[in-house]
Each structure stands twice: as structure tokens, then as C-alpha cells.
């Protein structure tokens, strides 16, 4: 459902195909262990061979985690959740759970494990699970924020004819 840039299956759900002959001993098989962007350093950084030196302590950890297991076989899945916030467009997925909004939109919620497409919403079935998922999408964005490194704004040529319009007067 939807496309790109949209937070339902069809713009987030996309297919990894990996070729490693050396690394993967599986041909032919697929996994449905569910997968995000944020793994992608992790699992490169593990494939190749690399480790944080000895005491050093990170920036910030990463938040992803490194799908090299799933490439022997499926398994449980790498987090308790996935979350989403992409132009305003918000999502969270928990085990086969999604809780999904358009930008400006009331929740939406699905069970992937019976409608994969997101043909029914049951949001009015479920209205505790939706509070619930909500309220743990909310909990994640903050503290995503609050774990951001600051960002460094470089003034606009129009904010910077404001200043100087303020500066002048």
C-alpha cells in the first residue's frame, strides 16, 4: 500500500538480496526476518571484520543491529521494535503489529501477520493497543531527539537579511 516516502508496507517494505559466496552458505533461500536501514552500518562493519579499539567509548552507539545471522538462517527478530518518521508520516512496528498515521492523520493500525498489504485497518478493534503503540512512538521519537547531537543551522540568505534588517533599525 502507498509508495515511496509513505510509512506503509509499500514505501518502507523492501526486499535485501545479498551475495557473499564466502559468507553466505544458504543459495536460494529467503528470510522474513524483518530488517531496517539502521542495521545496514552494523552489518557492513561486522562483515568487515571491524571493532571499536579497545576502551573506547563511542559518541553514541548505533541503533541498528547486524543481520549477518539471518544470513545463516531466519530467526527472532533483531529489535522489539521499528519506528518511523519520515515528511511528517509516522510508524511503528511491533512483532507483527503496525501502528501507522499519514502526516496530520489519525493512527492507523494493521496485523501483518494476516493482512501484509494493509487493506484493514482495525485501529477500532484495538483502540488500547493503539494507545499503547502510540504512546511507545512518541517515547521513541523523544528520545531520539534527546540523543541527537545538536544541529548546527546555517543561516538562510533570507535569515540573513532579517538580522540585518533588525540590525539596522
Not at 530488517?35 to 557492513?44: E, N, S
Not at 576502551?55 to 522489539?80: E, M, Q, R, T, Y
Not at 544541529?151 to 533599525?169: H, I, L
Amino acid at each position: 500500500r502507498k509508495h515511496k516516502t509513505w510509512n506503509h508496507e509499500g514505501g518502507i517494505a523492501t526486499p535485501f538480496i545479498a551475495h557473499w559466496p564466502k559468507g553466505i552458505t544458504a543459495r536460494g533461500e529467503l528470510r522474513s526476518t524483518p530488517g531496517h536501514v539502521i542495521d545496514f552500518a552494523p552489518t557492513v562493519l561486522e562483515v568487515a571484520g571491524v571493532s571499536p579499539p579497545r576502551g573506547a567509548k563511542p559518541a553514541h552507539s548505533l541503533p541498528g543491529h547486524s543481520i549477518v545471522p539471518v544470513f545463516a538462517k531466519d530467526g527472532n527478530p533483531l529489535h522489539d521494535e521499528l519506528w518511523w518518521c519520515h515528511d511528517g508520516h509516522r510508524a511503528l512496528r511491533v512483532e507483527d503489529w503496525k501502528l501507522v498515521s499519514v502526516k496530520g492523520e489519525e493512527w492507523e493500525l494493521y496485523d501483518l501477520a494476516t493482512d501484509r498489504a494493509e487493506t484493514r485497518n482495525v485501529a477500532g478493534e484495538y483502540p488500547e493497543r493503539v494507545r499503547e503503540m502510540a504512546a511507545a512512538w512518541r517515547s521513541r521519537g523523544e528520545e531520539l531527539i534527546a540523543a541527537a547531537p545538536p544541529v548546527k543551522k546555517t543561516p538562510s540568505a533570507r535569515d540573513r537579511e532579517k538580522a540585518q534588517e533588525v540590525q539596522s533599525k
